[in-house]
């Protein structure tokens, strides 16, 4: 008897031990949180970003929460999908250009103002880069030195004096930096338990990195404003074959794009150094087809939607539509879902 009531209770625990982690299914979800492509502004567009967040069921896949890249108002985006700079684990960039990190400076200054006492913040990017015209684009300077207007305006100084727990070298202080080499090969920047980001070098400017995370809901690569090594046509694609490969069997492929409509043949006025340093939207397409990426998010749009304009150059035939982006992508043969990103457009695997 008494045996029978230790198997029946065995049984109850092992049953409840199952739909324990049959609710604790593992998820991914990719949100862009800004997808205004370069220094021009349109329409309350968010500079570049995307924000990744791992976990499962129980948690709203909410145990970790990385950005990447902090383009101007990423800080606005992340409050409306809930999340605070407290919150977010690591913050990587792919380069040093302002649409790409202009951003972080307010997200630095609240962790520093209301975090100051708690865990350091990861920074993760390139080490300096040398660039064959003689200067050199450095995350860590740019990092060191966030804080740098607040100090020298005194507020930093003003709040510290109202409370001491703060960090007394300003919101410099809250990150812990980690720097490495962009390499064609891939390599492993950064893991926190069951995620792990790796990364490889990709042609924009020295010092750009293309990032890759994998969890055991999925995988998403984040490619930055990558283009092919080869900078001018002749060439086979306008995208990166580094990106390519790290992006091989992924589910998701973020990636900036140019539409082909800017061509410098095309009226556009746009010099040809800027249109073919970006992968262009049919390249993506076929590339993201050959690599077997289920999701597209397209983001950085060149030209922005509905834009009459881009920065100072013309939009031949007008304003380009959801449906200008998607047939460029699919005339690359992709026939997975193409998302044409705008701010907040989210994907999530496995999908509810
Ligand atoms: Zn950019």
Known sequence: MRQHFLLAVASMVWTACLSAAAQAAPCLIVTLTGTQSGPPIFNGVAGAGTLVRYGDDSNNCNAVQLQFDAGRGSLLRMSQVGVVPAQLKAIFFTHM????????????????????????????????????????????????????????????????????????????DIVNLITFEPKNDVQVVWSSGEVKVSAIRSNHIPGHASYRVDTPAGSVVIGGDAGNDVVTPPRATSTSEQVERLARGADILVHSTMHPVMAPDNTSGMPASIYYRQSGTTDLGAMAKRAGIKYLMLTHLAPSLGAQRHGPYRIPNGPLTEADYKSAAMAGGFEGTIVVGVDLSTVRIPAK
């Open 97 to 172: 250009h302002s649409d790409h990190t202009e951003g972080f400076s307010e997200i630095a200054q609240l962790r520093w103002n209301y975090n100051s006492t708690g865990p350091k913040l990861d920074v993760v990017c390139s080490v300096n880069a040398l660039s064959p015209l003689g200067h050199t684009l450095s995350c860590s300077k740019f990092v060191q030195h966030i804080g740098d207007p607040l100090i020298q305006s005194g507020e930093i100084a003003q709040r510290i004096a109202e409370d001491k727990t703060r960090l007394p070298g300003g919101p410099a």
